[in-house]
């Protein structure tokens, strides 16, 4: 196996959790059933956004206007943000170490754009990591093989010197499909452990923060 020389991350689920937090404030603020919420996300049309087909802030309005919501779009999408403003203090130590072990570390994720200004800006992701491959960008999601080729070329790399960690089952499939080493994400234990294994290094800070 050639020697790993970048580590990508998913968001979501990895580099913050609690995952999905989103639908609680509007839930709890207005009484809209989560199941409403989750319309929104199952649409055409924000998958479209997620591929940087469309854009939410054109999406939104209709939904929110049934919802109920008395304030602005830029009020509901701050609302949006700072719910999943959750940076896993473990993962993101785990990237330091990494970088400072000479890896290169990078996002993988599927985003729309106004989400992902954030994740980049606000949250500080931008100075984190190495490079961002946000599904906007890339015209494509996680669940096709062109994503992880397009990332594979922005990184310069082969698919077996690329090792991505990510919670959905299905992402880990397709990654592998292109050749990338890929492990599903449970928990930061099986993370390190993984990491260890695979690149032969001991991650002794990375221990400690499991504990």
Request: proline share 4%; aromatic share 10%.
């Amino acid at each position: 196996m050639a020697p790993i020389r970048a580590v990508l991350f998913d968001v979501d689920g990895v580099c913050v959790q609690p995952q999905m937090q989103f639908g609680v404030a509007p839930e709890k603020r207005l009484s809209i059933p989560l199941s409403q919420i989750e319309t929104f996300f199952t649409s055409d049309r924000f998958v479209a956004a997620l591929r940087g087909k469309d854009d939410v802030r054109e999406i939104l309005p209709a939904y929110i206007a049934g919802w109920g919501w008395p304030d602005s779009l830029d009020q509901f999408l701050t609302m949006w943000h700072e719910a999943e403003n959750l940076p896993h203090s473990e993962t993101l130590a785990l990237v330091s170490e990494l970088k400072r072990r000479g890896f290169s570390c990078c996002l993988a994720t599927n985003q729309e754009k106004q989400r992902a200004s954030y994740i980049k800006d606000v949250m500080g992701f931008a100075a984190i990591f190495d490079q961002l491959f946000f599904s906007c960008e890339l015209g494509c999601l996680k669940d096709s093989l062109e994503y992880f080729r397009k990332a594979g070329t922005a990184l310069g790399l082969s698919p077996k010197e690329i090792l991505f960690f990510d919670d959905s089952a299905g992402n880990i499939e397709t990654a592998r499909a292109a050749g990338w080493v890929a492990e599903r994400y449970v928990d930061h234990r099986q993370c390190v452990r993984d990491l260890e294994r695979i690149t032969g290094i001991s991650l002794l800070r990375g221990r400690e923060a499991a504990r």
